[in-house]
């Protein structure tokens, strides 16, 4: 199994700053991909940004210029920084990645428990 683990979420002004940070623990054989997603309260659950094993991101187009998204491979980690956050930033984050263990060599996603945004205005 895979456990996912966020930190970094509370309360900021509008135009502030947070770093969201999720580390990935468990029988680990290889992931394949790291990213977030967000909740609203009374929405659906959205893509926000996410990483590929090479490097490669991919970002919904209300964080592009705003948020980054990184990755230290070396401890399974991703990393989330955003920038200039507004209300409409306000969510539930969570944490998910595509790996395979060493129980289960097929790639399967995995959930963390989310961590909490809220912008003030």
């Known amino acids: 199994q895979v456990q996912l683990v966020e930190s970094g979420g509370g309360l900021v002004q509008a135009g502030g700053s947070l770093r969201l940070s999720c580390a990935a623990s468990?029988?680990?054989?290889?992931?394949?991909?790291m990213g977030w997603y967000r909740q609203a309260p009374g929405k659906q659950r959205d893509l926000v940004a996410f990483?590929?094993?090479?490097?490669?991101?991919n970002y919904a187009d209300s964080v592009k210029g705003r948020f980054t998204i990184s990755i230290d491979n070396a401890k399974n980690t991703v990393y989330l920084e955003m920038n200039s956050l507004k209300p409409e930033d306000t969510a539930v984050y969570f944490c998910?990645?595509?790996?395979?263990?060493?129980?289960?060599?097929?790639?399967?996603?995995?959930w963390g428990k989310g961590t909490l945004v809220t912008v003030s205005s």
């Open positions: 998910y990645a595509v790996a395979a263990t060493y129980a289960y060599s097929d790639l399967r996603p995995y």
């Open positions: 990483i590929r094993s090479g490097g490669i991101t």
């Open positions: 468990g029988s680990i054989s290889r992931i394949n991909a």
